[in-house]
């Protein structure tokens, strides 16, 4: 299968890129990778896919959201997950779509704050839930057998460094595990699934 | 206790209102209401809350998404809901956190098709879905024992005309059941819940 991946030089993309090695692998990303996305503008995106030609899998790690407390959490603030995590990983969607396969597959990110809460992560919380509440409706109308399912991983023993303290309580989750969940999104035949690991 | 209904004279805020009924109830409303505020525009909602002083609860009932096949939807379109029903509803929060008495509480609205999905839904799936993350997560840092829930109510008896075809299967909830939620979040102790209805 061809599969483009968007984000693969991140954390989570190298962990998908890894596990999917067995595939014809397609790098995007912002600034790195075979080929350049920006997904927080729909004309980049568009402008990938008529650049590549046709893909069986699209699988997306890439996006940011606020991180914050709530106490002075403003509207333009939390609107940046809504933004860029959120809306790029819609937008890859719902133009995508017409860029793969019959019976490809999309397999989003969202993450473990919609299920196991963090001080600070209310942003977060809110766009993870958003993407699950996203692929479980869209499964229902992708065209020609496309399926769409979202990977939620917990905080990855490579990032725990990086967010040390600020997830009190949470077992990092090793790179291989969650590489196997892209897996399951591409080379399985699930659909409109949020598929958990850690 | 005083508690204010944002979007009182809808078909939910006034199943809300008139469970509520045994409280002192300040509806408000865009364009109707003792009061005047538009939820897309936070200026509006710290101008009212100004105006108002200090309430013991908050409930709101309002906010549009884009109905929609997926196979047409574009981002702006997205949009809409993201911008409007669930910015709305997070705004009133960030904002008016500061002007609920301690131990008060929030009450938003989301709605069935998270749980539940329709064609035509995937933009009002997906923005109920992040208002169940964004009180799950928010719940766990609001200030002076202040609560917030979601209440997610099925199709509405009294909208089922207007969506006639479009929710199959789909049991209407009577308007009298809906209500009910609302004092469970207004008059109940639970925090950081989706209360379904329907």
Redesign the interface.
């Known amino acids: 299968m061809r599969v483009l991946i968007v984000g693969a030089e991140g954390t989570v993309g190298g962990a998908a890129a890894s596990a999917l090695r067995h595939h014809e692998i397609v790098k995007a990303g912002r600034s790195s990778g075979d080929v350049r996305v920006d997904l927080a503008d ?1 004309a980049s995106i568009g402008a990938m896919f008529e650049k590549l030609g046709r893909v069986d899998a699209v699988v997306a790690c890439a996006g940011h959201v606020h991180f914050g ?3 002075t ?3 333009e603030q ?2 940046k997950g ?1 933004s860029n995590k ?2 790029g990983q ?2 890859l969607v ?1 133009i995508g ?1 017409d860029h793969v396969y019959d019976h490809g597959s999309f397999t989003l990110t969202s993450g473990v ?2 299920r196991d ?6 942003n ?11 692929v ?8 020609r057998g496309i399926r769409i399912n979202v990977v939620s991983p917990g905080l990855l023993e490579a990032s725990a460094k990086k967010y040390d303290g600020l997830f009190p309580g949470h077992e990092p989750v090793s790179s291989k595990r969650v590489g196997l969940t892209y897996v399951k999104g591409v080379d399985g035949a699930l659909t409109g699934k949020v598929i958990t690991v850690g």
Chains 1, 2 share one sequence.
Not at 117 to 122: D, E, L, M, S, V
Not at 126 to 134: E, K, R
Request: net charge neutral; glycine share 6%.
């Open positions: 729909a407390p709530l106490a959490m403003n509207g939390f609107m809504l959120l809306m819609v937008n719902l779509k704050l919609d809460p963090i001080r600070q992560g209310a977060a919380a809110t766009v993870n839930a958003a993407l699950s509440g996203f479980l409706s869209a499964a229902i109308e992708m065209p």
